[in-house]
Structures are given as structure tokens and as C-alpha cells.
């Protein structure tokens, strides 16, 4: 029992703070002083009439002075000159002539030098030994007096007999047992090749 009670004394407090605090808490009216001009009063109109009978003073002490007006001005006999006449015309003219004199005379232009004509360039017959080792003589047929011989290129094989034109520029001028004469079209070259079989072509200037 005496736990009980206890704990009943407890939410007793608990409930008494509570009804405090929300006393206190509890929003009140704020007043407000009171105005020190209340309405209806006439000490604010009288405030405001003061500064017009000041500036009415003060414009009676004004007056217009209309004998400035009647004194007859001294005209100005100073320097004189054309307001339409350009104003820097004299220094234009002397930096114009300053210029000329200061300029040295410029020396002649050369002459335009012509560019020698260099001659056109033809196949190089450097290209002719690459280009013909890449064939390779596998042999060749002799039938009716004329002998076709076998070139074997990549996995192409090409039959060439005499007058024939292989490679686009190679021209089989002469075929023997023994060499093969070219004629290079593009350059009137003349390479004998000799031949032999399974070997790739090397050539041999005449």
C-alpha cells in the first residue's frame, strides 16, 4: 500500500506543476500607453500655422529690384576672328610639312627574284627493285617458238609473255632461257632479270 501511495503522491505533483505552468504560460493583453495628443485636440493645427507667419515675415523683408535692369552694359572690344573659319588649319599645315620633311625617302623595290623551274618529278627508279621482287619465277612454256613465263605474286599467279604488260608499268620486252628483259613504260628504263626458278625476281641494269 505504502508503494501506492506513493506513486499517487507523485502524479499528484506532477499534476500541480503542470496547472502552474500553463498559468504562466497562458497568453496575457499587453496595454498600451496613452497618446499624448489625444484626437480632437487643437494643439497640432496651432503647431503647423507658426511656420506660415514665418515665411510671411520673411518674404515682407524681400523686394524686386527692377534698377539692375536699366544699367546699360559695357560691350566686350576684345579679340576678333571668323567663328566660321576652321580653328587647327595653321597647325594641320605645319604638321603636314614636318611629316614630309621627316620622311627618308624610301629606297626601290627589288626586283621580284623568279623561281628557278624545277623539273617534274618522274617515277623513282628506286620503286622498280621492291616492286619487282615482290614476283617470283616459278618457270616457264615454250610452245610454237614463244615462251610464257610463270610469276607468282601474294597468292596470284600471272602468265607473261613477250610484249606484255604486268604490274601496270612492266613490260616483257625479251624472254630467254636464261634472263628476262623489262621495259619500265613510265621512264624508258631497260632491267634484265635473270632467271631463276622459285627465286624472286632481282633485277640487273644492261
Same mark, same amino acid.
Given at each position: 500500500?505504502?508503494?501506492?501511495?506513493?506513486?499517487?503522491?507523485?502524479?499528484?505533483?506532477?499534476?500541480?506543476?503542470?496547472?502552474?505552468?500553463?498559468?504562466?504560460?497562458?497568453?496575457?493583453?499587453?496595454?498600451?500607453?496613452?497618446?499624448?495628443?489625444?484626437?480632437?485636440?487643437?494643439?497640432?493645427?496651432?503647431?503647423?500655422?507658426?511656420?506660415?507667419?514665418?515665411?510671411?515675415?520673411?518674404?515682407?523683408?524681400?523686394?524686386?529690384?527692377?534698377?539692375?535692369?536699366?544699367?546699360?552694359?559695357?560691350?566686350?572690344?576684345?579679340?576678333?576672328?571668323?567663328?566660321?573659319?576652321? &580653328?587647327?588649319?595653321?597647325?594641320?599645315?605645319?604638321?603636314?610639312?614636318?611629316?614630309?620633311?621627316?620622311?627618308?625617302?624610301?629606297?626601290?623595290?627589288?626586283?621580284?627574284?623568279?623561281?628557278?623551274?624545277?623539273?617534274?618529278?618522274?617515277?623513282?627508279?628506286?620503286?622498280?627493285?621492291?616492286?619487282?621482287?615482290?614476283?617470283?619465277?616459278?618457270?616457264?612454256?615454250?610452245?610454237?617458238?614463244?615462251?610464257?613465263?610463270?610469276?607468282?605474286?601474294?597468292?596470284?599467279?600471272?602468265?607473261?609473255?613477250?610484249?606484255?604488260?604486268?604490274?601496270?608499268?612492266?613490260?616483257?620486252?625479251?624472254?630467254?632461257?636464261?634472263?628476262?628483259?623489262?621495259?619500265?613504260?613510265?621512264?624508258?628504263?631497260?632491267? &634484265?632479270?635473270?632467271?631463276?626458278?622459285?627465286?624472286?625476281?632481282?633485277?640487273?641494269?644492261?
Amino acid at each position: 500500500m505504502s508503494r501506492q501511495r506513493l506513486i499517487l503522491l507523485i502524479l499528484l505533483i506532477l499534476l500541480v506543476a503542470t496547472l502552474i505552468w500553463s498559468y504562466l504560460s497562458y497568453p496575457r493583453l499587453k496595454t498600451v500607453s496613452p497618446m499624448k495628443y489625444p484626437p480632437g485636440s487643437h494643439l497640432k493645427a496651432e503647431k503647423k500655422r507658426q511656420p506660415l507667419v514665418k515665411a510671411a515675415s520673411s518674404a515682407e523683408g524681400r523686394s524686386l529690384r527692377l534698377d539692375l535692369l536699366n544699367k546699360e552694359q559695357a560691350s566686350f572690344k576684345g579679340y576678333r576672328r571668323d567663328i566660321f573659319k576652321p &580653328v587647327f588649319i595653321d597647325e594641320l599645315k605645319v604638321m603636314k610639312q614636318m611629316a614630309s620633311v621627316a620622311k627618308p625617302a624610301l629606297p626601290p623595290a627589288p626586283a621580284p627574284k623568279t623561281a628557278p623551274v624545277l623539273p617534274v618529278p618522274t617515277a623513282a627508279t628506286g620503286t622498280a627493285p621492291r616492286e619487282l621482287a615482290r614476283f617470283t619465277f616459278l618457270g616457264f612454256l615454250k610452245k610454237n617458238n614463244q615462251k610464257t613465263i610463270f610469276l607468282a605474286k601474294d597468292k596470284d599467279i600471272i602468265l607473261v609473255k613477250k610484249g606484255e604488260t604486268f604490274a601496270g608499268r612492266y613490260q616483257a620486252a625479251s624472254i630467254t632461257d636464261q634472263a628476262l628483259t623489262i621495259l619500265v613504260t613510265d621512264t624508258g628504263e631497260e632491267i &634484265v632479270i635473270p632467271l631463276i626458278e622459285n627465286r624472286p625476281l632481282s633485277m640487273a641494269s644492261k
